[in-house]
């Protein structure tokens, strides 16, 4: 069982930049793949950036290649997203998730076991 608590979001401008948390409880934080996803009002939950257990596998939804960036510390069962030149349209509350390995894509958002509450991320223009 693992407990996913995220925190950082926050009310920035657009072009800004934040970093997001996700604090995880449990012993065996290296064994599972972190992602992280976003939900806007009346959309779907999506997939946004991936990281396997040991970081060396990484995976990112194509609009925010070179902006956003996935990292993870095992060490402090931890994983992070840093945004930035964040833009209005990416307003929504972002969640981190974890799974156990498997061989489903990272991307694929019913593959995730575990989820956090979410953590506001307003993007004013």
């Known amino acids: 069982q693992v407990q996913l608590v995220e925190s950082g979001g926050g009310l920035v401008q657009a072009g800004d930049s934040l970093r997001l948390s996700c604090a995880a409880s449990?012993?065996?934080?290296?064994?599972?793949?972190m992602g992280w996803f976003r939900q806007a009002p009346g959309e779907e939950r999506e997939f946004v950036a991936a990281?396997?257990?040991?970081?060396?596998?990484?995976y990112y939804a194509n609009s925010v290649k070179g902006r956003f960036t996935i990292s993870r510390d095992n060490a402090e069962n931890a994983a992070y997203l840093q945004m930035n030149n964040l833009k209005p349209d990416e307003t929504a509350v972002y969640f981190c998730a974890g799974r156990y390995r498997t061989a489903k894509p990272m991307s694929n958002r019913s593959s995730y076991d575990y989820w956090g509450q979410g953590t506001q991320v307003t993007v004013s223009s």
């Open positions: 449990g012993r065996t934080f290296s064994v599972y793949d």
């Open positions: 990281i396997s257990g040991a970081g060396t596998s990484i």
